[in-house]
């Protein structure tokens, strides 16, 4: 039985194995980026922090879920253009949602959207995340063809993700532009997975996406939130203010 689960799994250790497995690991933690800004903003929407931690948590654990089953029929599921094709149309309404759903503030960002439930937030978590993975998973089987790999790869990648959304998470809330900045890049992987239903030759190497990823995220860092308290009378008044960064 063993064996079996073993060949299935095509469970081999070789040399190269721990070196393939780091790779898999760095694209996880570099294409995760803009996913993890999503399900931060998505997070945040819930306005308590001990609401937004357990939607993390629990929603990445279904999405852990869904991310394996996604792994281990990607064979299956490449062959249906309408899976990419309803990831892609996902992502781009998640980024319409927040471009459009909402009247800007006075400062120039959106407002973020408001949840009343955790049990609201946890399946929009499950299903972005996967619908990112439809993209992270084919990189990750032309980079590996044992299955085992690609799991221990993808499990890891989880639990890095977890732990980027948690840093996003305050970091939405001291950068101006980083929410935008994310919903942007969530746009370009939506773009990106419509044009592989359109024309897989029309698809940018992935060298272009991560340095126009990264430009972005750039972008989105640029300009911070300072606070300012000043006690008067017992009370506390906050003052904002945006200060670009590097003056």
């Known amino acids: 039985m063993l064996d079996q689960i073993f060949n299935y799994l095509h ?4 040399i190269e194995a721990p070196i ?3 790779i898999l690991i760095f694209l996880e933690a570099v294409l995760s980026a803009d996913n993890a800004i ?11 922090k001990d609401l937004e931690k357990q939607a993390l948590n629990i929603g990445l654990v279904f999405a852990y879920v869904l991310r394996i089953s996604l792994l281990l029929t ?16 996902y992502l781009l309404w998640l980024v319409f949602q927040h471009f459009s759903g909402e009247e800007e503030e006075e400062d120039g960002q959106h407002h ?5 439930s955790l049990w609201q937030v946890i399946p929009i978590i499950a299903l972005t995340d996967l619908a990112f993975s439809l993209d992270s998973v084919t990189t990750a089987i032309a980079v590996s063809n044992e299955t085992w790999l690609v799991i221990t ?6 639990i890095t993700l977890r732990f980027m959304a948690g840093l996003f998470i305050r970091w939405l809330d ?13 746009a370009l992987v939506g773009v990106r997975l419509l044009t592989t239903v359109i024309n897989e030759a029309w698809i940018p190497p992935q060298w272009v996406m991560i340095s126009a990823i990264a430009l972005i995220l750039s972008w989105g860092f640029s ?25």
């Open 74 to 89: 990607a064979t299956w599921i490449k062959d249906f253009w309408q899976f990419e094709l309803l990831g892609a149309a």
């Open 112 to 116: 973020k959207r408001r949840f009343h």
């Open 223 to 247: 300009k911070r939130n300072a606070t300012e308290n000043r006690e008067e009378d017992g009370n506390t008044p906050v003052k904002q203010e945006s200060l670009e960064v590097g003056k």
């Open 20 to 22: 393939v497995l780091i």
């Open 174 to 186: 001291e950068f101006t532009y980083l929410e935008d900045a994310g919903y942007i890049t969530v």
């Open 11 to 14: 469970f081999d250790f070789s």
């Open 153 to 158: 790869g993808t499990t890891i990648g989880v």
């Open 38 to 48: 999503a399900l931060a903003a998505i997070a945040q929407g819930l306005e308590d």
